[in-house]
């Protein structure tokens, strides 16, 4: 702070050039008497060419007999970094209050002390009814204990943490959002806030479902398509060359579907297909077994871990009768009568990898459909 004693004169050429007006207007408020002093912040010029904010604080120290100012007394007082301070604050206050991400900011004892609109927007909740409140307001139920000791075991060991969590809005709806969370310390390295920035991810994460269905799933049946079969296929087959055990494919053609279509038109069709596919699972209850189709009538079954040929047999008749039976297809409730042939292939007696065991059970149904239709061919043994 610098002290000055002057007798009025002219505002300095050292004002910026922005700030000279304003300047102006209260220095000469204060020498006319209007005003008993002046005070004003506004930039000037440092020796070393840089603008410096400043405090200037006066008043007229004495005035003659007609009541002009004489002597003027006042202070200068450097105020830089505190604008610059504040300057940031503002600028960190107006981004929170523009960002698209929702903001929470909390006291070290984890109560809200700020929220902004887009944490309103996002969740439902004001600020008044945030304010004082634990973020847990927003805890869906979810996530385990195990999930938040291990989230601030890492926030506490490390001032940070972000991931996938789940939360519920005021309305009771369930979201997914993608949240980071920051530890803020003072000067002296004590902790005093958290703040914590998110972004709801529910549409994007389904965005992401929807194009991996449509990457490893049939569109009209839900099954494993051929990508995702094939993927899979190749999986059991390392799994049993490695614990020298045995699976079985299935390869299964729709007998007499083309009438169907041809007669009742695609739309009952693909209803039937689905129904198709609803009975096919109901045939293999375990987790590890994979139902696909490879478009058209041609669906196939994997089984890993099949211990006997008889076994994959007995699924496989298992399937056919199933689909023997009539099935109740579209509003108008026709009765579709369809069979099935259906060719079953063992690892690794019937192929070595993928490509062959499907060749080989694919083989094993074209036997089943010039032998009738409506049974079921085991395939031959590879020559050796």
Wanted: glycine share 6%.
């Amino acid at each position: 702070m610098r002290t000055n004693q002057t007798r009025p004169g002219k505002t300095g050429a050292r004002t910026h050039p922005d700030d000279l007006a304003a300047v102006k207007v209260e220095r000469e408020a204060c020498l006319s008497g209007e005003t008993a002093s002046y005070i004003s912040e506004h930039r000037v010029l440092h020796r070393d060419g840089s603008w410096r904010w400043v405090l200037s604080r006066g008043m007229v120290a004495s005035r003659d007999a007609q009541g002009r100012p004489l002597r003027l007394i006042g202070t200068h007082t450097d105020i830089t970094e505190r604008h610059e301070r504040e300057e940031a604050l503002r600028l960190a206050s107006t981004v929170s209050l523009t960002m698209d991400e929702g903001v929470i900011i909390t006291n070290i004892d984890n109560l809200i002390v700020s929220v902004n609109p887009a944490f309103s927007a996002m969740t439902g909740y004001s600020l008044d009814e945030a304010l004082g409140k634990n973020p847990r307001l927003l805890a869906s139920g979810m996530q385990s204990p195990e999930f938040y000791e291990r989230m601030w075991s890492q926030l506490l060991s490390t001032d940070s943490w972000h991931g996938e969590i789940r939360n519920r809005r005021k309305n009771g709806e369930l979201y997914l959002e993608w949240l980071s969370i920051k530890q803020v310390r003072n000067h002296r390295g004590q902790p005093t806030h958290y703040v914590a920035v998110f972004s709801d991810i529910s549409e994007r994460k389904a965005d992401e479902d929807r194009m991996r269905q449509l990457a490893h799933f049939d569109v009209l049946t839900g099954l494993a398509n051929r990508t995702l079969f094939s993927d899979r296929l190749r999986q059991v087959i390392l799994k049993a060359r490695r614990d020298n055990t045995q699976a079985a494919l299935l390869f299964i053609d729709l007998d007499k579907f083309k009438p169907v279509n041809d007669d009742l038109g695609h739309h009952i069709g693909d209803l039937l297909l689905k129904a198709v596919a609803n009975r096919l699972l109901d045939c293999v209850r375990r987790e590890s077994d994979t139902v696909g189709r490879l478009g058209g009538d041609e669906f196939v079954v994997l089984l890993p871990e099949i211990e006997t040929s008889d076994a994959a047999i007995a699924v496989a008749e298992k399937i056919r009768g199933a689909l023997n039976q009539t099935f109740e297809v579209g509003k108008q409730k026709h009765q579709i009568q369809i069979s099935s042939s259906i060719g079953v292939a063992l690892y690794p007696d019937h192929g070595s990898d993928e490509t062959l065991l499907l060749k080989s059970a694919d083989a094993a149904m074209y036997r089943a459909k010039e032998g009738g239709s409506n049974q079921v061919q085991m395939a031959q043994a590879q020559q050796a």
